[in-house]
């Protein structure tokens, strides 16, 4: 027991200040049960021998990562691959030699039962002759389900032709819920040679190309579509894309992936404007 605790000794702070023994990058840091996020671990051997049978490990604080989360991949690891230890997990990379570095993703899938809270990720690189300090990571949160807002955002234009081309953009707006959602900012931005008309829901920035559209509240399965429209004058000429982003709200959105929509229209002069 003694030689084992003598070879598990941590590294001074001094030895690690360049480059970290272990390093995490996460996302996203805020997920939902069943939900998946990635981990990027990356180990660094400071020290002048090798380390024998290298891992990366991961663990939860205060809950141990292994109640919260199932290993769905790591990547860049032996045969061995990675690995449930105890309350941690660890992906195999081998031996590791002096001045070496290993890079493995994590994809971990939040369990189904997982209670909404926070966890501090913690990782570690760690051998079969050494093994280096614990480190915290950042905070994880398990949101709860009945307290998102999932707001989705469509973008569409008609074009008219004349003697003063235009074009009229409708946003669609639409919470899925499960709860309202409330402080909605969408921001459309339009392109170079369109100027602004005017706006139902929507208002233009300053003297940007940028129009802030604000929904204050919409209840779960409701739809809003505020709108604005630009000229672009008989001279119009090309491809014109706007797009539009949702930049604030409230409760947590769940769902980057429908957050913005863009449209492009088309100008053949400003006579036949087509979207």
Not at 70 to 81: L, Q, Y
Request: proline share 5%; aromatic share 6%.
């Amino acid at each position: 027991m003694a030689a084992l605790a003598t070879a598990f000794i941590a590294i001074s702070p001094a030895a690690q200040a360049d480059t970290p023994t272990s390093a995490v990058e996460v996302s996203p840091t805020t997920v939902l049960p069943g939900q998946t996020f990635t981990v990027t671990q990356t180990i660094h051997n400071p020290t002048d021998f090798t380390v024998t049978f290298a891992k990366g490990a991961i663990y939860g604080s205060p809950t141990a990562i292994t109640d919260v989360v199932d290993v769905v991949s790591c990547t860049n690891t032996t045969a061995v691959g990675c690995f449930q230890a105890g309350s941690s997990y660890r992906a195999a990379f081998g031996d590791l030699e002096a001045g070496g570095t290993r890079t493995t993703v994590w994809t971990l899938r939040v369990k189904a039962t997982a209670a909404p809270g926070q966890f501090t990720l913690q990782h570690q690189f760690v051998g079969d002759n050494y093994a280096f300090d614990i480190l915290d990571g950042p905070v994880i949160t398990i949101a709860d389900p009945s307290a998102q807002a999932d707001v989705k955002v469509g973008l569409g234009a008609t074009g008219h032709g004349g003697l003063n081309a235009r074009i009229d953009y409708t946003l669609t707006v639409t919470n899925s819920g499960p709860s309202a959602a409330t402080g909605i900012r969408v921001v459309a931005t339009y392109p170079a040679g369109l100027t602004f008309a005017s706006g139902s829901g929507c208002v233009r920035v300053g003297t940007t190309r940028t129009v802030n559209c604000d929904v204050a509240s919409l209840a779960s399965g409701a739809s809003v579509t505020p709108k604005f429209s630009v000229n672009g004058g008989l001279l119009a000429l090309g491809s014109y894309t706007t797009t539009a982003v949702r930049t604030a709200s409230s409760p947590t959105d769940p769902n980057a992936a429908n957050d913005s929509a863009s449209k492009t229209c088309s100008a053949l002069t400003g006579l036949i404007v087509t979207c």
